[in-house]
């Protein structure tokens, strides 16, 4: 079992330190107000017990003054919670004009994001209810700190509703219609996403991860070179995935696989490693010499393997290349498919398995 | 305005002789079953719905503490998540529908108001009979649901969720609460009639005990608010049978409708259960400290306001559900206002203690535990009506907390005050002194400590109806677990020493706790017809004369709960005087 987390959980947006502001002033006034009754009920007890009275009471019936005092003041205290509650309640619910858009699809037992640029990742759910590839997908939402982000949700079956504690911001993700919240992040991090709204059984596993990361960082992962998303497979509509594609398509698999008996070497790792070279002298696997190893094969052989890689000049576009540099780029240990392995379907349009349940 | 403070002089009206056992009285006219089940007495019918809400209330306990055990470990300690969904499911709609709702009208309403006001029975004994019948068949729904693998929508039902994607048996649930529903409105106008116009001569609005007021406040909103919830769940059917849309957008629906006819009825509903707690309490207070209440008017006017500005604000459910931005502001507002009143009673409750002459028997530490976890249900109420704090709290451990502060802490205590201080009229027996205080006691304490750690984790963000959880919310869980074992303990008290007194308890007087009411006139048990066919009740003066001594008829009071003896300054403070005019010396404060 753990400690005892902090009193003050992490507050990472903006929203999150007005929400600490008014919930402290709040819980300030009504902590005074609350021991005023218990020290008043307390002393009445303790002093009026019938061990010291005569058991003769004095008949007291009321009074206007009091009722009037006990009526206004906390009528003027209560106004004041719904006036400042309601500042910032206008701040949560307008997202700045700048903000940048996110799109948040809910069902159940899954959240799915789309980038602007197409980028497409699931940032949590239940795996025991996905498919394979979105198990294989599963990575964060990735934002930028201190950038405000407009999250645009809907869902796809039942009400759900997308809560960040961190962020102190929550709303309901609602089928049929568009629903919006969004976040200026303050501090890097990574932050509990919470289905709040009861959804059915796996209610509970419907969880993820919001990542918060520099601009530099953000920018590279958006640039689908990066894997900050802890996705095993590259997130879908990224560069690295379109790679993937490729990667199975054109057979790559076939020797570049992680079979023992393999005819190529494995890529896993290889981006920015020194592979010693047939013959002697080494390089450094960049851009450039992937770039140049599929182009021109037998030009620079690693030491160990035979040269007899087909070259694939004029099979492949120069922006397939940049795809084909990010997948390899982004394969960790482990993650290198099986040489049966086909395409996967694109992640987040629906599945043939949710539409045959329906 | 000035306070008066009227001191009672030497008591002036005589205490009239303990009124003979009534023979036969209402319990032992008849025994056989049929006379039970075809009974048109109230008081008989309030030991009907007693009885089946107390079945209801274990059965809703028991579903809680599979909620909470099961919360021990982060991953489920040892339901999986369908059971778990439907014991949630389970305990709330069995305490909600099944107890709250019914508990205080159903069984001190029933039972007393015709004695509060002088009546021989509530307007329409027959309506009142078919009202448990309703509320029973409502109620075999609901086992039918329950025995047939439980319902795993939650109590709120929100759809599409209960309507397209549940596979559970919302169906009978559903229905049920429908029929219960009927049972309700029943209840509700025929305490409404009966306030009307059966009061005994002199009763007059003014004169009439909070507890009355009260329950007719609760009896508007039962009136006006059921036949929309009534409506709302035969929508839901529709929908779910016949998949004709209504709510589900799929099929052209909207879901934020359901939530505001839901809340329409369900906002109020809390009102229904918590407006009859605070009757209770008003009576216990007065008693126990020997008072007049604090501002009668102010008390029962603030009853009638919760009724009516609690239909205005349902939507304060709905802040992040996707409704327009001015009318959160609107419903905020008028959350805020609905406060007022409820801190209104507060304040007065706490007046109504000053300079009294306090003795603590069961009924007045629940009545004062109710107080004390009143006050916190209804203050973290207020941060969930502004609309600033709500986004992050809503839907939180911090409104489970909330919820049960107001309605076990409130209702449930207020519950019990009842039933402890009426016991003794209900059954002409009195229950073990020392073993209700410790009772309560428990009870109390138990349920700080359940509810307490609940705030934390709803700060801290983990959402409601959650079986799994991340590690660091555990600690809090084992701690409200804890408390909760504790409270369970206090709630198993009463069970054995309540029933065991019936055969070991010492017989109660007509008016064991020295209280001023109409219904303590009466022998305990009450005879067949509450009151003496030739010897109707007349009223004279208003609720709460402790401080002069008579009850509502102008009698002297008898020596309360623990007086009469040598040691006790109460008792020996004036003897009676002749009968006379009655005296009173008035000072002038404030």
Redo the contacts between chains.
């Keep these: 079992?753990?400690?005892?987390?902090p009193l003050i959980?992490v507050v990472a947006s903006t929203?999150g330190y007005?929400?600490e502001a008014?919930?402290w002033y709040?819980?300030v006034v009504?902590t005074l107000?609350?021991l005023g009754?218990?020290a008043?009920?307390l002393y009445?007890?303790v002093a009026?017990?019938?061990?010291t009275?005569?058991?003769?009471?004095?008949?007291?019936?009321?009074?206007?003054?009091?009722?009037l005092a006990?009526?206004i003041i906390?009528?003027i205290i209560?106004?004041s919670?719904?006036g400042?509650?309601?500042?910032?309640?206008?701040k949560?619910?307008h997202p700045p004009q700048d903000a940048m858009e996110i799109f948040v699809i809910g069902k159940?037992w899954m959240w799915k994001a789309q980038y602007p640029n197409g980028q497409r990742v699931i940032i949590g759910g239940n795996p025991r209810n996905m498919t394979e590839a979105e198990r294989k997908s599963i990575g964060k939402l990735v934002l930028p700190v201190d950038r405000p982000v407009r999250i645009t949700m809907i869902s796809e079956?039942?009400?759900h509703?997308f809560?960040v504690?961190?962020f102190?911001?929550?709303?309901?993700v609602?089928?049929?219609?568009y629903?919006t919240t969004w976040y200026h992040p303050t501090k890097t991090g990574e932050f509990?996403i919470?289905?709040?709204?009861?959804?059915?059984?796996?209610?509970?596993?419907m969880?993820g991860k919001i990542a918060v990361v520099g601009q530099q960082e953000f920018d590279e992962w958006l640039g689908g070179l990066g894997s900050y998303q802890g996705s095993e497979q590259p997130v879908d509509g990224s560069k690295a995935f379109s790679g993937r594609q490729l990667f199975l398509k054109l057979q790559c698999i076939k020797c570049h696989s992680a079979d023992p008996n393999a005819a190529a070497p494995v890529l896993e790792g290889l981006y920015g490693r020194r592979v010693p070279m047939k013959g002697g002298g080494a390089e450094y696997a960049d851009a450039e010499y992937i770039k140049q190893s599929i182009l021109k094969p037998r030009l620079k052989v690693a030491q160990g393997w035979e040269p007899i890689m087909p070259s694939y000049e004029g099979q492949v576009t120069p922006d397939d290349l940049d795809d084909l540099v990010a997948y390899i780029r982004s394969l960790k240990p482990g993650t290198t498919p099986n040489r049966t392995d086909r395409m996967s379907p694109p992640v987040g349009a629906p599945t043939v398995r949710s539409e045959k349940k329906e | 305005m000035t306070t008066a403070v009227t001191t009672a002089g030497p008591k002036i009206a005589p205490v009239p002789p303990e009124p003979p056992p009534a023979e036969p009285n209402y319990l032992n006219v008849s025994y056989s079953l049929w006379s039970w089940l075809t009974t048109v007495d109230h008081k008989r019918i309030g030991l009907l719905y007693l009885i089946s809400i107390s079945v209801f209330f274990v059965a809703g306990g028991v579903a809680a503490g599979v909620v909470r055990l099961n919360l021990l470990s982060p991953d489920g300690a040892f339901v999986n998540e369908d059971t778990y969904n439907r014991a949630f499911t389970g305990h709330g709609v069995l305490m909600l529908f099944f107890f709250l709702i019914p508990a205080v009208p159903g069984v001190l309403g029933n039972f007393l108001i015709p004695m509060m006001i002088g009546a021989k029975d509530l307007a329409f004994p027959k309506l009142n009979l078919a009202s448990w019948y309703v509320f029973m068949v409502g109620a075999g729904f609901g086992v039918w649901a329950l025995l047939a693998g439980g319902i795993d929508t939650g109590w709120t039902l929100y759809p599409p969720y209960s309507s397209r994607s549940s596979t559970s048996n919302v169906i009978p649930g559903v229905f049920g609460v429908f029929i219960s529903g009927f049972s309700s409105i029943m209840t509700g106008l025929n305490i409404m009639v009966t306030v009307h116009k059966m009061r005994a001569p002199g009763m007059t609005w003014g004169r009439l005990p909070l507890f009355v007021w009260s329950l007719y406040a609760t009896s508007l909103i039962q009136l006006l608010g059921t036949p929309v919830v009534a409506i709302t769940t035969v929508l839901l059917m529709v929908e779910r049978v016949a998949g004709i849309g209504i709510f589900d957008p799929m099929i052209g629906g909207d879901p934020v409708l359901f939530q505001h006819l839901f809340w329409f009825y369900s906002h109020p509903a809390v009102y229904i259960m918590i407006l009859p707690g605070m009757g209770v309490i008003s009576e216990v207070l007065t008693c126990f400290s020997r008072k007049n209440i604090f501002g009668y008017h102010a008390v029962a006017w603030s009853s009638m306001g919760i009724a009516v500005v609690g239909f205005l604000l349902w939507a304060h459910h709905m802040f992040v559900a996707g409704i327009s931005f001015y009318s959160a502001l609107l419903f905020s507002f008028l959350s805020m206002l609905v406060a007022v009143p409820s801190a209104i009673k507060v304040f007065n409750w706490t007046g109504t203690l000053y300079r009294g002459s306090i003795t603590f028997q069961a009924p007045m530490l629940f009545g004062l535990g109710f107080v004390v976890l009143f006050v916190i249900g209804g203050l973290t109420g207020l941060f969930l009506a502004t609309l600033g704090t709500d986004i992050h709290l809503h839907d939180t451990y911090f409104v489970v907390a909330h919820f049960h502060f107001v309605m076990v802490g409130g209702m449930v205590l207020g519950y019990m005050a009842g039933i402890h201080f009426w016991w003794p009229k209900m059954f002409g027996v009195m229950y073990s002194d020392w073993w209700s205080r410790v009772a309560a006691a428990i009870i109390i304490v138990g349920f700080f400590l359940t509810f307490v750690p609940q705030f934390v984790l709803g700060y801290h963000g983990m959402p409601r109806r959650y079986p799994n959880y991340p590690a660091e919310f555990q600690v809090y869980n084992v701690m409200s677990t804890a408390g909760a074992s504790i409270l369970g303990l206090g709630y198993l008290l009463p069970a054995f020493y309540l029933p065991l007194s019936l055969v070991f308890g010492k017989k109660a007087g007509a008016n064991p706790w020295s209280a001023t009411g109409l219904e303590w006139v009466s022998p305990s048990p009450p005879p067949l017809f509450n009151f003496d066919e030739a010897n109707m009740p007349v009223v004279v003066c208003g609720p709460y004369e402790y401080a002069l001594g008579v009850d509502q008829l102008g009698r002297g009071l008898p020596p309360g709960p623990g007086l009469g003896e040598a040691n006790d300054p109460a008792s020996k403070s004036e003897a009676p005087a002749a009968p006379g005019p009655m005296k009173k010396e008035t000072e002038v404060v404030g």
């Excluded at chain 1, 400042?84 to 206008?90: E, I, K, P, Q, S």
């Excluded at chain 1, 919470?194 to 596993?205: I, K």
């Design positions: 079992m753990n400690s005892l987390p959980p929203i007005h929400f008014l919930f709040i819980m009504c107000g609350g009754v218990y008043a009920l009445f007890c009026y017990r019938r061990g009275t005569t058991g003769s009471t004095p008949r007291i019936l009321g009074s206007h003054r009091l009722e006990w009526t906390p009528t209560f106004f919670f719904f400042w509650g309601a500042v910032v309640y206008t949560a619910m159940q079956d039942v009400i509703d809560g504690p961190a102190r911001m929550k709303m309901d609602l089928p049929g219609r629903t509990h919470f289905c709040d709204q009861y959804c059915g059984t796996w209610h509970s596993l969880v």
